[in-house]
Nanobody
Framework: QVQLVESGGGLVQPGGSLRLSCAASGSIVSINTMGWYRQAPGKQRELVADITRGGSTNYADSVKGRLPISRDNAKNTVYLQMNGLQPEDPAVYYC????????????WGQGTQVTVSS
């Protein structure tokens, strides 16, 4: 059994910052790519950023330079530092991870809400 547990969402003023965390636990051999996605009301879920085990990153154009992704392989944890939050950023943020057990399976977290409001 594998679980991804997200934390760090909440309400922040425009221009403010949050740090999202997602920790994987359970029967894990290793984790390949980990990523963050978001889904706003009425919109499809979209990639925000992802990061390979070796640290190579990939970002959506809309967040480059504002929402750096990082990970701690020893802790099976991925982070999203959310700086300069803008009106287009509110959404439910989901993490995912390609986890190696007998094969490779992609797991999703339950989601954490990010709200931007003055």
């Amino acid at each position: 059994q594998v679980q991804l547990v997200e934390s760090g969402g909440g309400l922040v003023q425009p221009g403010g910052s949050l740090r999202l965390s997602c920790a994987a636990s359970g029967s894990i051999v290793s984790i390949n790519t980990m990523g963050w996605y978001r889904q706003a009301p009425g919109k499809q879920r979209e990639l925000v950023a992802d990061i390979t085990r070796g640290g190579s990153t990939n970002y959506a154009d809309s967040v480059k330079g504002r929402l750096p992704i990082s990970r701690d392989n020893a802790k099976n944890t991925v982070y999203l530092q959310m700086n300069g939050l803008q009106p287009e950023d509110p959404a439910v943020y989901y993490c995912n991870a390609a986890i190696v057990r007998l094969g490779v399976t992609v797991y999703w977290g339950q989601g954490t809400q990010v709200t931007v409001s003055s």
